[in-house]
């Protein structure tokens, strides 16, 4: 199949094509070597990355893609107006010369573009959550291993060097047996949220069809576009998904696991004054084979936790560690500690001397009570990592650090719980499968019905 057949074909589903690129050998590069770009989806999130691709002396930016014309105009003038525009993705998926392609549209094209982009040979960087629904996040990870891809998705705070910290000092045991951690984001919008806007006709500049994509064909609505599409089910999760998956992936890594056996939500919309469909108020309960974890999110009342409107806690039976992306801070255990144990430690000493039983927190109680300080971290150094981190395996051929698999599991828990919330049932899960067990009207929620011709297989 030539290139020009493979881009007029590729609307008809996903199809085959021939490698292309410099990359697609999956040979090793040389650490000179050029990295020619494309970016799809050039919106507050687009640019973001365009900002830290430009920052690497080893990127040239060749093509701007996006639906809507003033912010392809925007990008294009960040490269100093080098890069040519598009409105269709599927020509820049076809040009030979670029190796890459970042991809920050809303998350229900992430999937459609990612594999073909996969097929036509190009490494890619695709914005968080993963995919739409479980399904297509499993068909992304297939494509990726067949064509032998480097795929880094944008959950960065595995590149961010406070974060990898967190992860050592869990892992390393110091806080002792977690069994308990919470993530969260608070924030007040009340009461009228992003408002009520009617439908009306899309604005000038915006091919509307485009962006729906595989979504429901439906009247254009001014909050169903630029940002808040995340508060409506056809493109996005809510902030479960949007918000929920940097916490979890943090979570699931920290924990070292990949997915939860039990998931149940509670919540609903029931007092934001706007159009959106997801909840106001949520509260997510996974249940891990030896830990529990809670997502709760509040847009009515931003009341902090451990003085942060967002991040995740875990709980120790040592101490408790807080971490959001400006840093962590370790909090020892005051009730119970060693101190409040001392004398009864003492006497387990004693005890142990003469050769008795001792109590159960023993003699060999090693309990955390060092560090309090606050370690800073930066959201902008998280995310210039991440992108120099896919540029380096882009050349070297490794996993990058969100590889498309790990990012997959991270993702999929997000939607369980979005699945646990529209059932009202607690979703069991088999992770080997991918399956849930005993649903099948839940079942039904792992895939969705994709507008021709935008079909993931
Ligand atoms: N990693 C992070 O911390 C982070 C932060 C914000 C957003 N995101 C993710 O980035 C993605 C985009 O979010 P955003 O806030 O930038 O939204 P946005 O609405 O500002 O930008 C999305 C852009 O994609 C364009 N688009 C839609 N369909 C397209 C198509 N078929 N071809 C080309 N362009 C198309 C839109 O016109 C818009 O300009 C989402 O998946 C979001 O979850 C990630």
């Known amino acids: 199949m030539n290139r020009r057949s493979f881009v007029s074909s590729a609307g008809l589903g996903l199809v085959g094509a021939a490698a292309a690129t410099k990359f697609s050998s999956g040979r090793a590069l040389g650490a000179n070597e050029r990295i020619v770009c494309g970016f799809i989806g ?44 598009y409105t269709d993705f599927r020509e820049v998926i076809d040009r030979q010369d670029i190796d890459v392609v970042i991809i920050a549209t809303p998350d229900h094209w992430h999937g459609y573009m990612t594999i073909l982009a996969c097929q036509a040979g190009k490494d890619i960087y695709v914005e968080k959550p993963l995919a739409h629904n479980i399904h297509e996040g499993r068909s992304m990870v297939a494509a990726a291993r067949k ?127 706007d159009n959106r469909e997801t909840p106001d108020t949520l509260e997510v309960i996974y249940e891990y084979p030896n830990f529990m974890l809670t997502y709760s999110n509040r847009i009515l009342n931003a009341n902090p936790l451990n003085g942060r409107s967002y991040g995740i806690a875990f709980y ?70 991440h992108v120099l981190n896919f540029l380096e395996c882009v050349k070297n051929r490794q996993r990058p650090a969100s590889d498309v698999e790990i990012a997959h599991y991270s993702t999929t828990t997000t939607h369980l719980a979005n699945i646990a919330f529209w059932t009202g049932r607690t979703i069991h899960w088999d992770p080997g499968k991918e399956q849930i067990k005993d649903d099948a009207e839940a079942a039904n929620y792992l895939r969705r019905e994709h507008r021709k011709p935008w079909v993931v297989a």
């Open 42 to 85: 050039v919106g507050g999130m687009g640019r973001a990355n365009l900002r830290d691709f430009l920052k690497s002396k080893d990127v040239d930016v060749a093509a701007i893609c996006d639906v809507w014309q003033p912010n392809v105009d925007r990008a294009i003038q960040m490269t100093q107006g080098k890069a040519a525009g």
């Open 316 to 385: 120790g039976t040592d101490a408790t560690l807080v971490v959001d992306r400006q840093g962590y801070e370790v909090l020892p255990e005051t009730h119970g500690t060693f101190e409040t144990l001392r004398p009864f430690y003492e006497r387990d000493l004693e005890a142990a001397k003469l050769g008795r039983s001792v109590y159960p927190w023993g003699s060999e109680r090693d309990v955390w009570t060092g560090r309090t300080e606050k370690v800073q971290g930066n959201r902008s150094e998280q995310h210039l990592a």
């Open 147 to 273: 064509h032998n891809r480097v795929v880094q998705v944008g959950t960065q705070q595995r590149s961010g060097r406070h974060y990898q910290e967190v992860v050592d000092f869990i892992q390393s045991g110091k806080l002792g047996k977690i069994t308990r951690a919470a993530t969260w984001n608070f924030q007040n919008e009340s009461p009228h949220g992003m408002g009520n806007l009617p439908d009306c006709e899309p604005p000038s500049g915006l091919d509307y069809d485009m962006w729906l994509g595989p979504a429901p064909e439906r009247p254009f609505n001014p909050n169903r576009f630029i940002f808040n599409f995340r508060y409506f089910w056809d493109y996005a999760g809510g902030y479960a998904t949007d918000w929920g998956v940097h916490h979890i992936d943090t979570v699931q890594w920290a924990m070292n696991v990949r997915a939860p056996q039990k998931v149940s939500a509670h919540g609903g919309k029931y007092y934001i004054q």
